[in-house]
């Protein structure tokens, strides 16, 4: 079933802290089709592990580059990403070094941080609303690999 179907939203979401951050998916679905997207989600996790592809990691780093730049449109947005990278770097980063650490990323750096961070562990999930038909944790936490036993 295409994605479309699955969800009314779908954002993913992603803090950075000094010392830690917080990444995950934040998404609105009917119940009736709320195991599906489940699947659908940790199925395209497991693929980030395993086999995304260089063409894939050359657009999103070229979304990536975008959206860092249209963000910085006004004093309002410039003033909050001085606040956020001084509280995680100490420094403002010059835009040239930050799209040269964007550039930096390849298809093997995704999935060796995909696999530290995601493959075979155990997802914080948290929901809202008749949640009847969300799968048991057991069987979430189960499709967080492949080739597990």
């Known amino acids: 079933m295409p994605l479309a179907h699955l969800a009314i939203a779908v954002e993913a979401v992603g803090w950075a802290h000094p010392d830690t951050g917080l990444w995950g998916i934040y998404m609105v679905c009917e119940p009736t089709t709320i195991a599906d997207m489940l699947h659908v989600v940790q199925k395209e996790w497991m ?29 309002t947005p410039i003033c909050e990403d001085i606040g956020r990278q001084m509280l995680c770097y100490n420094r403002r980063i010059p835009i040239p070094e930050l799209e040269a650490r964007v550039d930096a990323v390849n298809a093997e750096t995704i999935r060796e941080v995909c696999t530290k961070y995601i493959y075979d562990k155990s997802p914080a999930i ?11 944790f057991n ?4 499709n967080m690999c492949w080739l597990c036993d």
């Open 126 to 136: 948290a929901a809202v609303g008749p949640i009847e038909q969300l799968p048991d």
């Open 47 to 75: 693929r980030l592990c395993t086999s995304v592809t260089e063409s894939e990691v050359a657009r999103a780093k070229n979304l990536l580059k975008t959206n860092m730049l249209l963000q910085l449109d006004g004093s």
């Open 139 to 142: 069987q979430i936490r189960s």
